[in-house]
């Protein structure tokens, strides 16, 4: 076959097609009489269900007794029942092809599960055996734990995590969300009790969203909901006061010394907000052009033009009472000062000149397209669901959020960043070799110094 003439070669980007629309099935919200919240969405495109099963309690209501058993007590209640041991649940699951898993983080504990409809209440009456009646057997329990520690050893030797878990600290002092995991000595010291005494105190129906998308009627699925999980128990949760969050005032400097270090991890941070506030659009839209996409100014300045680093990112991180911004990148030890001083420049940028609106368009069009993308999955849908309802978000949040998204402008933008981009109080965490990396880290202030156990040198 000819080629083309050279004069009829495409040489432009086509123009973006208007974005679809997306119709909202109904999603009927119900709460049983014990207390158990339920979610339900038709989704016919394959024959399969996804469902979650949320408790609005995880790591942070025991941080200060006992981080990460929120955590455990998940991994351990997917490991047996009254009625069925380890190996049962497994054989279950293939037989109904099935999934099933359970976590926790720092406001949550869930169990996830999907399967095909055709044995959706045998799946239910699982995740209600799990709910209700795990048997935490003490093996399973200490297979755990000893896997928990062995996690703890190697994360102490990440500078990733080390760099979290300083900024998290920072950022949060005494709040449960300045502890992001536990030592290996709390995890020696903890018992299997523990785990029980929080199943039974915060897996509690007036504690739990059930989110359900697929391939379902609504009224019959809510009927099956209703025989399985009606007769469990009614329990409410109340939450505890937590301590204040510390005064933040002027940039300060974290180095964590990891003697050896061929490569420097570098997070930069202050305190925002949450979703459930007026800014969060307007934030995430900064962040999006800040340093939350691949082709974000960040990126462009620090991966592209100086290579500094492979990934630089940014990010807003909303947790249900607070929310925090941060800025990280791992690059070479002999760049952390000059990676520094663009991370700044990129920020003051921000902060005082008006994005344009070629750029604009751009992070508009970029986060109103990823967001319909993570709907196209039941998967997708049915954790957007759950966000809106566990934040108490608006009725109509996520029908309108590609409309509000596109609507923002580059005051917005300018607006957001110079209120929650704060760089004159920012924290500084650099994880690396003191030797190589005290004297650069002193020209942003003076370095506080720690060890990789979180001890101050």
Excluded at 67 to 83: E, K, S
Aim: charged content about 20%; aromatic content about 8%; some cysteine.
């Amino acid at each position: 076959m000819a080629s083309a003439p050279r004069s009829e070669i495409q040489t432009t980007v086509p123009a973006l097609s208007p974005a679809r629309p997306v119709i909202w099935p109904p999603r009927p919200h119900t709460t049983l009489s014990n207390g158990l919240e339920v979610v339900l969405v038709e989704s016919h495109t394959i024959p399969k269900f996804t469902g979650q099963l949320f408790f609005r309690s995880g790591n942070a209501v025991v941080a200060a007794t006992a981080p990460g058993i929120a955590d455990m007590t998940a991994t351990v209640v997917r490991t047996g029942t009254t009625a069925r041991a380890s190996r049962q649940i497994e054989e279950d699951l293939r037989r109904m092809g099935a999934d099933l898993s359970s976590g926790a983080g720092a406001d949550t504990s869930v169990v996830s599960f999907a399967g095909l409809v055709d044995f959706s209440n045998d799946l239910l009456c699982l995740v209600a055996e799990l709910t209700q009646q795990a048997s935490f057997p003490a093996d399973e329990f200490e297979r755990e734990r000893r896997q928990l520690i062995e996690g703890l050893r190697i994360e102490r030797a990440t500078p990733g995590f080390l760099a979290s878990e300083r900024m998290r600290k920072v950022l949060f002092g005494a709040h449960p969300y300045g502890t992001i995991s536990p030592t290996e000595a709390q995890v020696e010291s903890y018992r299997l009790d523990q785990l029980k005494d929080f199943y039974r105190q915060y897996y509690r129906p007036g504690n739990a969203l059930l989110v359900m998308v697929g391939d379902f009627s609504p009224r019959a699925m809510l009927a099956q909901i209703e025989s399985v999980f009606g007769s469990w128990a009614a329990g409410k949760v109340d939450e505890a006061p937590n301590p204040a969050l510390p005064e933040l005032h002027g940039r300060r400097v974290h180095l964590v010394h990891l003697p050896g270090s061929v490569q420097t991890q570098i997070v930069v941070g202050n305190r925002a907000i949450t979703r459930k506030h007026p800014d969060w659009l307007r934030l995430t839209l900064a962040n999006s052009i800040y340093g939350g996409a691949f082709n974000s100014r960040l990126v462009m300045n620090i991966r592209e033009q100086k290579g500094y680093t492979y990934s630089p990112r940014s990010g807003v991180h909303p947790l249900r009472q607070h929310g925090y911004f941060t800025i990280s990148a791992a690059v070479r030890n002999d760049v952390v000062a000059a990676t520094l001083t663009e991370i700044f420049y990129e920020i003051d940028r921000m902060r005082s000149t008006p994005v344009g609106e070629e750029e604009l368009a751009d992070a508009r069009n970029y986060l109103s397209g990823l967001f319909s993308l993570g709907l196209a999955t039941q998967d997708g849908l049915a954790g957007q669901l759950a966000t809106s309802t566990l934040e108490r978000l608006p009725e109509d949040y996520l029908e309108t959020y590609r409309e509000r998204i596109l609507a923002l402008t580059a005051a917005d933008v300018l607006a957001a960043a110079q209120k929650y981009f704060d760089s004159a109080n920012a924290q500084i965490v650099i994880v690396g070799d003191r030797a190589q990396l005290e004297t650069q880290a002193a020209l942003f202030g003076n370095p506080e110094v720690y060890d990789a156990q979180g001890n101050r040198i």
